[in-house]
């Protein structure tokens, strides 16, 4: 009877999906002197679907607007459901010269199986963790040779990451230093609404891991937008390659977007897929408010 009541205490108290250091030393094959920091792999394959996200392909223009934008993304992937909610914000600073945008994760709640938690050496503390918060992404754009427009649009984009986020240890966030920088273009087709858009760039984030204090990689997209009446159509492939060989640090996506302009609003609807290195397929839709 003792043994009974003992079995049965155990049940309820004790949660079957956690880990103890000896199980969480034993995954990663702990050198028993290293921070467990060590371990987290800080690769875009082996983490949240925000946390080393593919910058959006920009169109090689100015967005002259000022605007403020709320979405809510639902990524699935195998042994990794994630619902979190996304924060946009663009400032024209000068028409048609220059603007600056700023996106931001607020919360972003998961459920990982123990294959995927135990794949990515999540540290045993932070094991049964449901919820995180990303990093602020701060971005500028200078529009180039206006003069070339009616032939080609260019702009440069220069791109950083504010450590801000939680779940780091946990696989969810990196919380640590990053930037980039791109050249992209557009070229419109004649008589018909149609851009072929692509960009190329630098992407750069800090991992201090190991021998490797950053994972430098050459940023890159491709695709097509289609701008009928009050409509805006993006299809595209992107994507940055690391220097990290079989390290999961060359995600490749494809994404395609739908936005529609009402009056002094937007709604916008996106699906993402990912096509290396990154196993989620996402589903986001919400709307902007356009200010004076």
């Known amino acids: 009877m003792k043994l009974f009541f003992t079995t049965l205490l155990a049940g309820l108290f004790f949660d079957a999906g956690a880990q103890t250091q000896a199980e969480w030393a034993q995954t990663v094959n702990w050198d028993g002197v290293s921070h467990w920091s060590k371990y987290i792999k800080v690769r875009a394959a082996y983490l949240g679907p925000n946390a080393l996200a593919v910058p959006q392909l920009s169109n090689g223009s100015i967005d002259s607007s000022r605007s403020a934008g709320i979405t809510a993304q639902f990524h699935f992937s195998p042994g990794d459901k994630t619902q979190s909610i996304a924060l946009y914000g663009n400032y024209c600073l000068v028409k048609d010269i220059i603007s600056f945008d700023v996106s931001y994760i607020p919360v972003e709640y998961y459920n990982m199986s123990d294959a995927v938690k135990k794949e990515r050496h999540v540290y045993y503390k932070y094991y049964n963790d449901k919820k995180a918060r990303g990093d602020v992404l701060m971005s500028t754009t200078i529009q180039l040779f206006n003069k070339w427009r009616k032939k080609m649009h260019l702009a440069l984009r220069m791109g950083y990451r504010y450590p801000s986020s939680s779940g780091f240890g946990a696989a969810r966030f990196i919380d640590g230093l990053g930037y980039h920088f791109d050249i992209s273009m557009a070229k419109p087709f004649n008589k018909i609404p149609l851009k072929w858009i692509a960009m190329a760039g630098f992407y750069c984030w ?11 990689a050459f940023l890159f997209g491709t695709g097509f937008e289609w701008n009928p009446d009050s409509w805006r159509f993006q299809t595209y492939v992107a994507g940055y390659l690391g220097y ?3 390290s999961g640090d060359k995600p490749i996506v494809f994404r395609t977007t739908a936005e529609k302009r009402i009056k002094k609003a937007s709604l916008l609807l996106r ?3 990912g ?6 397929s996402t589903v986001e839709f919400g709307g ?5």
């Open 206 to 216: 800090q991992i201090e891991q190991e021998d490797f204090r950053q994972n430098d």
């Open 244 to 246: 990290l060989e079989h």
């Open 271 to 273: 699906f993402q897929q």
């Open 275 to 280: 096509l290396h290195d990154f196993k989620y």
């Open 288 to 292: 902007k408010y356009y200010f004076k």
